[in-house]
Structures are given as structure tokens and as C-alpha cells.
């Protein structure tokens, strides 16, 4: 193994531990803060270290400029739409839950690449999607096969499913920029502007922009922490590792690496935030995993 290898599996790991711990972080915050205010104050907080990378980035300004309406579609899907669908899931959900229905975020990006960037699976990975995606379906619904019929829950886990709809669409439209030379790091930090500059209107509407300054200035201390945590690790150093990781490795192998992010984040739910284990999701966890090993086995073996 090189030591490029080595270091880009590091640092993808960092970027799983970093990831995985991120669920959790934003159920804490979300006691102190309300969704539209926290996604306000995180993209805030990005959107000052967003401008700085553009402004420095100005040699990628022709590229930029051409490039600007599918720019801001995917800055619109990536940020607005998905981050909120996951924040004001979480608002409703068990973090336990939302983790194992990203769990297989992967798979579902490969069934978009089919179809809209016209790339092929085989059906070995087709039947794994197929039991993966009964896996989250049965996540989806726990609150209703459990016997407590939790609509609130369940709404909470329709909207992160929701998020993984839209994210996986976001990472084709990042997938056809790249393509096309912008730079990912850029790109992502421009997200955050645009982030910013589509979320504050909603917030405002939903509460005055007073009550929201004077909702963050009175945040405790670690709910401050938990919205610079999602603002710098989560946002900008991990997607920084992630980009850097991938230079060195296969970006199907590197994609293995989100497979890990619930041995983070599921252990942090029960011992952190008190989160209970059902049958339900156990049973949902191991047809997951099943499916999962049966759609990435094939390409394993191939490489092999």
C-alpha cells in the first residue's frame, strides 16, 4: 500500500468519524435551537470562510461565471432543500433512525448516475439496492411497526428520506460541474453563500430577524459549540479532507467510506442522547447491511 493510499484512507476515516458524530451533534443543538435559526446562523458563520475561498479562488472566475445557473442549482438542492428536509427531520426523529436511512446514501447515488448521467450496474447491485431500500423503507415506518404510531416520527423519517432523495441529486449536479472544471471546493463553499442567502428569508418569515439575533446571542455554550461544529468540522474541514481523499483512491472505493459514518454516530445517540434500539431497527439494520454487502460485493470482486 503507498502512502497516498494510506493517508487518504486517514483522512477519508476522519472525515466517517466526523460525519458520523455530526447526527448527533445537531439533535443536542436542535434542544436549544429551532431548525430555520440554526441552518441561518450555520450558513452565516460558512458563508464568511465561503467568500474568502472565492475571493482567492478569482483565477476560476470565467469558469465560474459560465457555469453560474447550474452553480446555484446545486448550491439550491444541496444546502436549501436537503439540509433543510434533514434539520427539520432531525427536529422530529430519532438520530438512530436518520442514520441508518443515510446509511445507504451511496447506492442511491449510483441509482441516480443511471438515471441522469447514463452509467451502468450490474444486477448483482441492482437486487442489493432492491433489499437495501426495503431495509430503509422498514425504518421509514418503525414508528408505525413498533405499536406506538408516532406521526411525528414517522414524518420526521419521511422527511430525512426526503434528504436523501436531494442529496443524492445534488452530488449528480456536482458530479456534471466537475466535469466541467469548477473546483469542488469552491463549489461547496459557494453552497454555503447560497445557503445563507436562501435560508435567512425563510427564517425570517417564520420569526422576526430580532427574536432570531437575540435567540443566538442567548445560546448557551454548547449550543453554540454544536452550530460551530456543523458550520467549520462538518462543513468545511470535512468536505476539505473528503475532496483530498479521494485524489488518491477510487471514488467507488472512497464511497465505501460513508458505509461507516453510523459505528460513529449510533453509539453517541444511545450513550449521549439516551436513544433506545427496537427489534424494528435492528431488523431494518441487518437488511441494510445485507444489501448493501450484496450491491458492493460484485464490484469488490471485479477489482480484485
Do not use: C
Not at 449536479?173 to 471546493?185: D, G, I, S
Not at 455554550?221 to 479532507?241: D, K, Q, R, T
Not at 449521549?272 to 464490484?299: D, N, Q, R, S
Amino acid at each position: 500500500m503507498t502512502a497516498y493510499r494510506t493517508r487518504a484512507y486517514i483522512e477519508l476515516l476522519i472525515v466517517s468519524l466526523i460525519w458520523g458524530v455530526a447526527s448527533p451533534v445537531i439533535k443536542f443543538t436542535l434542544g436549544g435551537i429551532s431548525p430555520l435559526p440554526f441552518l441561518t446562523y450555520r450558513f452565516f458563520l460558512a458563508t464568511i470562510f465561503g467568500l474568502v475561498v472565492i475571493f482567492v479562488n478569482r483565477s476560476h472566475k470565467i469558469l465560474f461565471t459560465r457555469n453560474f445557473g447550474g452553480i446555484f442549482l446545486y448550491s439550491v438542492f444541496a444546502t436549501t432543500i436537503a439540509l433543510g428536509l434533514l434539520f427539520l427531520g432531525m427536529n422530529q426523529t430519532t438520530v438512530l433512525d436518520a442514520i441508518l436511512i443515510t446509511a445507504i446514501s451511496p447506492l442511491v447515488t449510483a441509482v441516480f448516475g443511471v438515471l441522469f448521467l447514463k452509467e451502468t450496474i450490474t444486477r448483482q447491485e441492482k437486487i442489493g439496492i432492491g433489499i437495501a431500500l426495503l431495509g430503509t423503507i422498514i425504518t421509514v415506518v418503525e414508528p408505525i411497526l413498533d405499536g406506538t404510531t408516532s406521526t411525528f416520527q414517522l414524518g420526521g423519517n419521511i422527511l430525512v428520506m426526503g434528504y436523501l432523495l436531494t442529496n443524492a441529486y445534488s452530488a449528480i449536479l456536482a458530479k456534471k460541474l466537475v466535469r466541467k472544471e469548477v473546483k469542488p471546493f469552491v463549489l461547496s463553499n459557494f453552497s454555503f453563500v447560497i445557503g445563507f442567502i436562501t435560508i435567512a428569508p425563510l427564517a425570517f418569515i417564520q420569526t422576526s430577524p430580532t427574536k432570531i439575533i437575540s435567540t443566538v446571542t442567548n445560546l448557551t455554550f454548547p449550543f453554540h459549540l454544536g452550530v460551530f461544529y456543523m458550520a467549520f468540522v462538518s462543513g468545511i474541514v470535512a468536505y476539505a479532507l473528503w475532496i483530498k481523499g479521494q485524489k488518491s483512491i477510487e471514488v467507488s472505493e472512497a464511497g465505501l467510506f460513508a458505509y461507516l459514518t453510523p459505528l460513529f454516530g449510533a453509539p453517541l445517540a444511545v450513550l449521549w442522547l439516551g436513544e433506545k434500539i427496537t427489534p424494528i431497527y435492528v431488523l431494518g439494520a441487518l437488511i441494510i447491511a445485507f444489501g448493501v454487502l450484496t450491491a458492493e460485493y460484485k464490484k469488490r470482486k471485479l477489482k480484485s
